[in-house]
């Protein structure tokens, strides 16, 4: 709850500073200039209020979306010795990380994956792939959960909701100002709304779209260093990098479906400006520097 708070506290900072910025640099003054009247500071906050609580219902609904898109299977009493084992591992690491005891759950895939959610650190989720039971040893796979339950510590899920918020929230206002700039100032309409707004608007939405989605994958890589860290840490550097090999030798998994790439312990990408993850090379050689 603090972490949410003091990042919302932020963003208001940056808000306000944003509508300090437009009027000391007379963007208001130049826009009217133009026939181009808005109300930069409502906009603003309606684009915030827009942006922050379609990322705020996703991480509120982020473990009912990962149990029901990924068919999770939680376990609630072990059927076998891999289920005790599993749940025992999570219970050991949650008490070194001095976070709550997650909910554990497996999925049916053969590629070996992982993921953390959930809204609070005291409230999570961590799922395995039978994939990654059956492709990794147990030191491996331990090291894994180490990863995911470092970023549950870490209060990953949280930060980056609300950077995707953030994001959301000037796409959205940046789109808006391009769309009322092209339909009044290029096609001087005089009421209302032409064609041209919506058109501009949300092929701007698109554009922009695009290039946050850089700035938040590069913050899902560094994070990605971290969770490896925090996953060395609670089971051992040199399980950590085993497991990162174990990825290597021909068992790369696929990238999680939708919002859960990111929570995944590995990922790929065309280009690496859109990956959530760093290359495997990169991650394995970051651990091997560590002393």
Same mark, same amino acid.
């Given at each position: 709850m603090m972490r949410i708070l003091l990042f919302l506290a932020?963003?208001?900072?940056?808000?306000?500073?944003?509508?300090?910025?437009?009027?000391?640099?007379?963007?208001?003054? @130049?826009?009217?200039?133009?026939?181009?009247?808005?109300? #930069?500071?409502?906009?603003? !906050?309606?684009?915030?209020?827009?942006? +922050?609580?379609? @990322?705020?219902?996703?991480?509120?609904?982020?473990?009912?979306?990962?149990?029901?898109? +990924?068919?999770?299977?939680?376990?609630?009493?072990?059927?076998?010795?891999?289920?005790?084992? #599993? #749940?025992?591992?999570?219970?050991?690491?949650?008490?070194?990380?001095?976070?709550?005891?997650?909910?554990?759950?497996?999925?049916?895939?053969?590629e070996p994956n992982a993921f953390?959610?959930? !809204?609070?650190?005291? @409230?999570?989720?961590?799922?395995? @792939?039978?994939? #990654?039971l059956q492709n990794m040893n147990a030191d491996e796979v331990e090291a894994v959960i180490g990863h995911e339950i470092t970023h549950v510590a870490n209060g990953d899920m949280v930060t980056m909701a609300l950077m995707q918020g953030v994001v959301n929230t000037f796409v959205y206002f940046f789109a808006t100002v391009i769309g009322h700039v092209v339909d009044r100032a290029v096609f001087k309409t005089e009421r209302g709304y032409g064609p041209a707004y919506y058109i501009t608007q949300m092929a701007a939405q698109i554009v922009l779209g695009i290039l946050a989605s850089m700035l938040v994958m590069w913050f899902s890589r560094r994070r990605e260093f971290r969770a490896d860290a925090g996953g060395a840490q609670l089971a051992g550097r040199n399980k950590m990098i085993a497991a990162l090999h174990a990825l290597q030798r021909g068992h790369e998994p696929q990238p999680l479906p939708g919002q859960f790439a990111a929570l995944g312990i590995s990922g790929s990408g065309v280009m690496k400006l859109f990956m959530s993850h760093p290359p495997l090379e990169e991650r394995i050689a970051a651990l091997q520097s560590q002393h």
């Open positions: 932020t963003n208001v900072a940056i808000l306000l500073a944003v509508t300090v910025i437009f009027n000391l640099l007379g963007v208001k003054s @130049s826009l009217d200039a133009q026939g181009i009247h808005l109300n #930069l500071e409502a906009l603003l !906050m309606m684009s915030a209020i827009i942006g +922050m609580t379609g @990322s705020f219902i996703s991480l509120a609904m982020s473990k009912w979306s990962a149990k029901n898109a +990924m068919g999770v299977q939680v376990i609630s009493q072990p059927q076998d010795s891999t289920e005790r084992w #599993l #749940l025992d591992v999570v219970a050991r690491q949650a008490q070194q990380a001095g976070i709550g005891m997650p909910e554990v759950g497996i999925f049916h895939t053969p953390a959610t959930g !809204m609070s650190r005291d @409230s999570a989720l961590v799922a395995v @792939s039978t994939g #990654l």
